[in-house]
């Protein structure tokens, strides 16, 4: 696996990324450190939390020439949150230069005028900020990206979705024809492909393979809630383990603060996270989160992607999102850095469709309830399918093994699907051998022929 010690950069972005303990590369990081640090246009297609941020920071860095007083990088992102965390990622490198690297971070709900201030006295080296608030600087002539010779367009596909794109068009068309853009995006929707082709010439184009869609330490639970009050589910669920810090998902802003309310006439301390906030509010909320002052956290699916909050042990969706996309945004907001971590998602009968494309996508499921204070694995979805398998296997006398060995009467969850896992390597092993068994045969065919 490769290194940064690897790459010649710049001693001081050395000594950032030993600070912090960065040492191998992500997969994204050794496709895109070696393109981007020659100047080539990148189209890079990556999940969220795989490492990308260094992928185009470290050569950004490496660039920069502090002794120009002017915009040399221009990065945004759809949110105030997505900026604010590239901002803290970018200040921690430049922290290390023995020359000053100015760092501005650009979003709503700041002091406007007060950065229009600042800018008369001197430009930014690296710009990071949300698209409306820069377009807006540019604006009122305050702030001068003609000079800047980068472009990153972060969470691409997310940005066209908040109706964002539009203004990033008219960032990039006042910057420089020989600009080197780097646009990532976790999908390439069609219209954001009519983005790309008027600004990118030949680019590199690298897409990243998630290994797996979800964490492989993340245990998937559903809960039927067919006739029951999915609130008074998920307090029993909150204080069922007193998880280190619990993200619950509604899919609407009305019914986040309903669930919240419900939670706190419960006695909980809980904090709320939807579009509705003020910027104050929401930074000030995602602060008080930070430094563990809450220990559940009610949101909308804003917090599934434009978030990262550490330490998340357990993920609860009161519902399924409209986009299936978006369940993978919500789960893995836990079970990150190694760590373990639980998602319960609340379904019916009528969510069956949308779970059978969630596991065709490789997502794996338990079915479980609460009962008399227990998490208890219940008849699976499929049990009448599992049944029918059970009946082909009985012939099989290791199939028969496994599931006798497997009998007991307290059982923890998950168990079936390790035991079905291990029921469906045993069948593709037979298989290869009746295959290889099957060409032995054949080739003695034909050498007696």
């Not at 992102?77 to 990622?89: G, N």
């Not at 245990?219 to 589910?233: A, Q, S, V, W």
């Not at 909308?300 to 999102?321: K, Y």
Request: aromatic share 6%.
């Amino acid at each position: 696996m490769k290194k940064f010690t690897e790459f010649s950069l710049k001693p001081f972005i050395k000594e950032a990324l030993a600070d912090l303990k960065f040492e191998t590369l992500t997969p994204v990081q050794a496709e895109v450190l070696p393109v981007a640090l020659k100047g080539h246009n990148l189209i890079v297609q990556s999940q969220t939390g795989s490492g990308k941020s260094h992928s185009f920071l470290v050569p950004i860095f490496e660039k920069v020439d502090p002794s120009l007083n002017e915009v040399q990088v221009v990065i945004t992102a759809p949110s105030r949150e997505l900026a604010t965390q590239l901002f803290e990622a970018s200040r921690q490198i430049a922290s290390f230069s023995s020359e000053e690297i100015r760092v501005v971070n650009y979003i709503g709900g700041t002091d406007k005028h007060k950065q229009m201030e600042k800018l008369d006295n001197a430009q930014p080296h690296v710009v990071i900020g949300t698209p409306g608030r820069i377009f807006d600087l540019m604006s009122e002539n305050k702030l001068w990206v003609q000079t800047a010779g980068i472009m990153v367009v972060d969470e691409a596909d997310m940005t066209m979705d908040l109706g964002f794109l539009q203004v990033v068009d008219d960032i990039a068309s006042r910057l420089s024809r020989d600009l080197q853009l780097m646009v990532f995006s976790a999908t390439i929707p069609q219209q954001l492909e009519v983005f790309l082709n008027k600004y990118v010439s030949a680019p590199k184009v690298i897409q990243i393979q998630p290994k797996e869609v979800l964490a492989s330490k993340i245990d998937n639970y559903l809960i039927n809630t067919k006739g029951r009050n999915r609130e008074e589910l998920v307090y029993k669920l909150l204080t069922l383990g007193h998880p280190y810090l619990a993200l619950v998902f509604c899919n609407t802003k009305k019914y986040a603060d309903e669930v919240a309310q419900y939670l706190k006439e419960q006695g909980l301390k809980v904090a709320t996270i939807h579009g509705d906030l003020t910027p104050r509010e929401r930074k000030r909320t995602m602060r008080q989160i930070k430094d563990l002052e809450y220990q559940y956290v009610v949101a909308s699916d804003l917090a599934a992607r434009g978030i990262d909050i550490p330490g998340i042990s357990m993920v609860i969706n009161t519902e399924l999102p409209k986009e299936l996309e978006f369940f993978v945004h919500r789960v893995g907001r836990t079970g990150r850095n190694q760590l373990a971590g639980t998602a319960y998602t609340f379904v019916t009968p009528d969510d069956d469709q949308a779970i059978v494309a969630l596991e065709k996508k490789g997502i794996e499921f338990t079915q479980v309830d609460l009962i008399r204070g227990e998490i208890r694995e219940v008849a699976s979805r499929h049990r009448r399918s599992e049944r029918e398998d059970t009946k082909k296997d009985k012939d099989d006398p290791t199939v028969v093994a496994m599931i006798n060995r497997n009998k007991k009467r307290k059982v923890k969850p998950g168990y079936k699907r390790k035991l079905n896992y291990q029921i469906k390597e045993h069948k593709r092993q037979e298989a290869r051998r009746t295959k290889r068994e099957q060409n032995r045969q054949a080739r003695k065919a034909n050498r007696k022929k």
